[in-house]
């Protein structure tokens, strides 16, 4: 579609328990399912799943995507917050641990993960969700990091899964 589906609903507070949380993944997954419909590009699938997540949930300080466009190497897409890396060697901080595994990582502590790829000093917690498509190929990874310490639960880890997977299922053939 072309316009904005959903008009914007309040933030989800940093300090949110899963069942606030869950109603808010709900809402969004709406959002984005609306937003896709009938879009066949995938820079602007990636754009639109990045601003619905990052203005929906207080605690993500830096929300984007990772794209598995070279062997081996991710190259930075669609994000929202402060810089990011550009280039990330696969097995190389939590998003390479995400695309070499092709299991989500859920990071409590970044400064207790070795080999974390520091973009941001204030960043204290990520999780990094592989986008993958029915047929086994990694598109990319969704890497959500947060100033809080322990950011992430559960309920994040089930809900972005969610998300990853319909991205996968929509772009079965694209490698970009
Ligand atoms: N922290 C990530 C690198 C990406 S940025 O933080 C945006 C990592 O270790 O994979």
Do not use: K
């Not at 520091?118 to 498509?133: H, Y």
């Amino acid at each position: 579609m072309t316009g904005p589906a959903v008009l914007a609903a309040p933030t989800v507070p940093r300090d949110a328990g899963p069942d606030e949380r869950a109603a808010r993944y709900g809402e969004v997954r709406a959002a984005i399912a609306s937003l896709l419909d009938d879009e066949d590009d995938w820079v602007a699938a990636m754009a639109s799943v990045v601003c619905e997540l990052h203005h929906a949930f207080a605690y993500f300080d830096w929300t984007g995507f990772y794209r598995a466009v070279e062997p081996e190497v991710l190259i930075v897409g669609p994000y929202q917050g402060g810089h990011g890396c550009l280039r990330i060697p696969f097995g190389r901080g939590v998003c390479g641990a995400a695309a070499h595994t092709r299991e989500t990582q859920v990071v409590p502590d970044v400064e207790a993960f070795s080999g974390h790829i520091a973009c941001s000093s204030t960043t204290r917690s990520e999780i990094v969700v592989p986008v993958v498509t029915e047929g086994g190929a990694l598109l990319a990874v969704l890497d959500i990091d947060s100033n809080d310490p322990s950011a992430f639960l559960e309920v994040d880890r089930q809900h972005l899964e969610a998300i990853a997977q319909d991205l996968g299922r929509r772009f079965p053939h694209l490698q970009s």
